[in-house]
């Protein structure tokens, strides 16, 4: 913004100086102030080289500007008016150029936005189901409520996180304590499975739920993510998403937002009712505007349809004015059969207390850990309230924040929480029966045929010794295939998470040559956008 004011005062001074300095060669005044306008910042050049080689007739001109020099009053009144709107006009594209999709009206339940080339208007339609409570005295509503983390004997003996590919686990969630108000257990009536997976997006958050009847998503990455996250729910089968969720509108959590919903039949979408500048935002918005959806506004005692047996609570946020637009996220906490998973978005600690304090049930078998592991999120009193037996990570490969923070690890390893990173694990994948939730991670940033692997015999648990990870085996083949790779150079940025081929236009910023071989070693992945060498 300073910039381009200063950008301003210094053409407008140029302008002037081009029609300054004609008049000492008694030259028209209106073809040289008009050439000063509309040739910025080289008019006053065009000047020096025409006049180079005359003789000055008038070596001290008047200094004031075209339509004050005759001192008339309507010339002058005139003249002002031209110089008011000139600036005024250039103020404006000053505004309009920093704004860009600046929201500029919030009145009721409609949003419009102006953006450079359009005019948005969506309406944020407060249609959330609010019968649904989210505190401790709601009692079982409905099937699955304060189910969860019922026992202390639950909690996991192994606290230390987890890193690279994991063969799958198997563990007991529920206690038959656990019913409804007709005396039944919360699973006598779950039918199907649960699965969550939490995909491998880098330094970015998306994770997919797919219920017995519907399905969910909950943020799509970042903006290069869009092919990734379509091809991956493509391999699932996926035509429909009943229920896309943006919690927040940072890049690395609506990214591909507007690619996931240009790309499939979108039910609904929620959002916080919440202002926000960027290209990224807008795209997002002009997405939802083109498939003729309403936003609907997500805010703490709401509730998201997905189907018979699955509890989708909304618990934050719980205000409308934060300083922090991480503390907009909104948390959702899913309860299938007995058992739950609590998803936080960025959510830091300023949203956490406020859950806190409203007696929330926070109990749940799994957490996204708050803001890629941040230590602004996941105070101790909120992992003590939540008190999961896993913990998922989302987060990028030596990330330049320095994600996930070492206090945050220790937190919850001291608490006893199975910590997986995608990072170090690539994508987690979690499958809940109602009773038991089975743990699958595959390193990679894209499953082709997303399955869980069968779980684990007890067995292979028997001996005191414990199994190492299998590795898999190599092959002529594939030996030859790395001796290849070894000499074909690809290229990484400082920050990001992926490798490019030479001409990527994410390599404008940084530019880091690397081979194949060790840009695979390390945990880069192929840049879906420029598809390098694989």
Not at 224 to 252: F, W
């Amino acid at each position: 913004m300073i910039i381009n004011i200063i950008a301003i005062l210094v053409y407008f001074f140029l302008a002037y100086a081009t029609y300054y300095r004609s008049q000492k060669y008694n030259a028209n005044p209106y073809i040289w102030f008009l050439i000063g306008l509309f040739l910025p910042y080289f008019g006053y050049l065009v000047a020096l080289l025409y006049f180079r080689r005359k003789n000055a007739v008038n070596k001290n001109p008047t200094m004031l500007p075209l339509g004050f020099r005759s001192k008339r009053p309507w010339k002058m009144a005139l003249a002002s008016l031209f110089y008011c709107l000139l600036i005024l006009s250039a103020c404006a594209a000053v505004i309009t150029e920093n704004t860009g999709s600046q929201l500029i009206k919030d009145a009721g339940n409609t949003v419009s936005v102006n953006t450079h080339d359009n005019q948005i208007s969506l309406e944020f339609s407060n249609t959330v189901d609010n019968n649904v409570t989210a505190q401790n005295d709601a009692e079982l509503s409905s099937p699955g409520i304060n189910a969860g983390n019922n026992s202390e004997s639950e909690k996991a003996a192994d606290g230390s996180p987890v890193s690279g590919s994991e063969a799958t686990e198997t563990t007991e969630t529920g206690t038959d304590s656990t019913k409804d108000a007709n005396g039944q257990k919360a699973t006598d009536n779950v039918y199907g499975t649960l699965k969550v997976h939490f995909i491998d997006v880098g330094q970015a958050d998306c994770i997919f739920v797919q219920a017995p009847e519907k399905n969910m998503l909950i943020d799509a990455g970042n903006n290069a993510d869009g092919d990734l996250i379509t091809a991956y729910l493509k391999n699932l089968g996926i035509n429909k998403i009943d229920v896309v969720v943006g919690t927040h509108p940072h890049e690395d959590h609506i990214g591909a937002l507007d690619t996931v919903i240009n790309t499939f039949e979108v039910g609904k979408v929620y959002m916080p009712k919440i202002s926000h500048n960027t290209k990224t935002y807008e795209d997002v918005l002009l997405a939802i505007q083109k498939k003729g959806l309403k936003v609907n506004t997500a805010t703490a005692g709401g509730a998201l349809d997905l189907g018979k047996n699955v509890n989708a609570e909304i618990l934050a946020p719980n205000s409308d004015n934060y300083d922090d637009l991480n503390n907009y996220s909104v948390v959702i906490k899913l309860t299938f059969g007995e058992t739950s998973f609590l998803f936080t978005g960025d959510a830091e600690k300023v949203s956490e207390d406020e859950m806190l304090n409203k007696n929330y049930d926070l109990k749940a078998d799994v957490l996204k850990v708050g803001h890629h592991g941040s230590s602004s999120s996941t105070s101790p009193a909120f992992l003590k309230a939540v008190s999961p037996k896993y913990a998922v990570i989302s987060v990028g490969k030596d990330n330049q924040y320095g994600h996930p923070d070492s206090i945050i690890l220790n937190r919850l390893k001291v608490a006893g929480v199975k910590t997986y990173r995608t990072d170090e694990a690539g994508t987690v994948i979690m499958e809940s029966d109602g009773n038991n939730i089975k743990i699958n991670t595959e390193k990679g940033r894209i499953l082709q045929n997303p399955t869980l692997t069968p779980a684990p015999t007890p067995a292979a648990k028997a001996t005191g010794t414990p199994t190492p990870s299998p590795v898999p085996s190599t092959s002529a083949s594939t030996q030859q295939k790395a001796s290849e790779t070894k000499n074909v150079t690809v290229y990484i940025t400082k920050t990001g998470s992926k490798y490019h081929s030479d001409n990527c236009r994410y390599l404008s910023e940084s530019k880091i040559p690397i081979s194949l071989k060790d840009a695979k070693e390390k945990g880069y992945s192929p840049c879906s956008v420029c598809k390098p060498p694989q």
